[in-house]
Each structure stands twice: as structure tokens, then as C-alpha cells.
């Protein structure tokens, strides 16, 4: 996925983008992992901020009566 935020009141056209990808492995029983890449820079600053990120998720999912 990728996303990008612009700020009306800056004379720059983008202020800061996000690009992420990963994927999300079924585990047995509702039960899930999901594993993901971001890359994510603010623009608009003094000194430009670069992010990598890396992020683990682990998902349950509730039996619905």
C-alpha cells in the first residue's frame, strides 16, 4: 500500500509519504501472523526524517456466537 499526505498551507506538494508491503500467514485455528516492510519520510522539515520500519503482528480471531 502506499500513501501520501498533503499539507494546504505548505508550499511543498507532498509533506510525507508511507509505502508498505508484507504479508499475513494463516496459522491453524484462527490464529495468523502477519509480517510487513515501511518505508515512510517527512519531507517538510529542517532536516528530512527517513523511517524503515519492520513490524510483526499476531492475530486471534474470536469465535462469533
Do not use: C, H, M
Not at 507532498?14 to 518505508?39: P, T
Amino acid at each position: 500500500s502506499t500513501e501520501a499526505w498533503v499539507v494546504l498551507e505548505s508550499l511543498s506538494y507532498l509533506s510525507k509519504y508511507r509505502i508498505s508491503f508484507g504479508l499475513e500467514i494463516d496459522l491453524a485455528k484462527r490464529n495468523a501472523v502477519e509480517i510487513f516492510y515501511r518505508r515512510q519520510a517527512l519531507l517538510n522539515e529542517k532536516v528530512p526524517t527517513k523511517s524503515n520500519i519492520i513490524g510483526i503482528a499476531y492475530k486471534l480471531k474470536l469465535k462469533s456466537s
